[in-house]
């Protein structure tokens, strides 16, 4: 088992900023795959930004230029930092690692959400 606690989101005006923190219970070294998803209401979940094993980063178009994926492996923290915020990222963010087979429990693993709001 894994468990991913999210912290950080909130409410912030158009412009502003937050930065979202995953804290995992275990090694994010282990993990082959480690990033967001956001769900705004009512849509479908969508990939924001992920760090692979190695170190390379995706973003989702929308948040190339705004948004940046960081890791502290000493803290098994996943970061992301969302600059220039605007309405259209609000969304219930969610943390997720992907745990390769020959690992130690292997799967895919969420954590509970963190809700972001961005007013106009």
């Known amino acids: 088992q894994v468990q991913l606690v999210e912290s950080g989101g909130g409410l912030v005006q158009a412009g502003g900023s937050l930065r979202l923190s995953c804290a995992a219970s275990?090694?994010?070294?282990?993990?082959?795959?480690v990033g967001w998803y956001r769900q705004p209401p009512g849509k479908q979940r969508e990939l924001v930004a992920n760090i692979i094993r190695g170190g390379s980063t995706n973003y989702v178009d929308s948040a190339k230029g705004r948004f940046t994926i960081s890791r502290d492996n000493a803290k098994n923290t996943v970061y992301l930092q969302m600059n220039s915020l605007k309405p259209e990222d609000t969304a219930v963010y969610y943390c997720?690692?992907?745990?390769?087979?020959?690992?130690?429990?292997?799967?895919?693993?969420w954590g509970q959400g963190t809700q972001v709001t961005v007013s106009s």
């Open positions: 275990r090694s994010i070294l282990d993990f082959h795959a």
């Open positions: 997720y690692c992907y745990v390769p087979r020959g690992t130690i429990r292997p799967g895919n693993y």
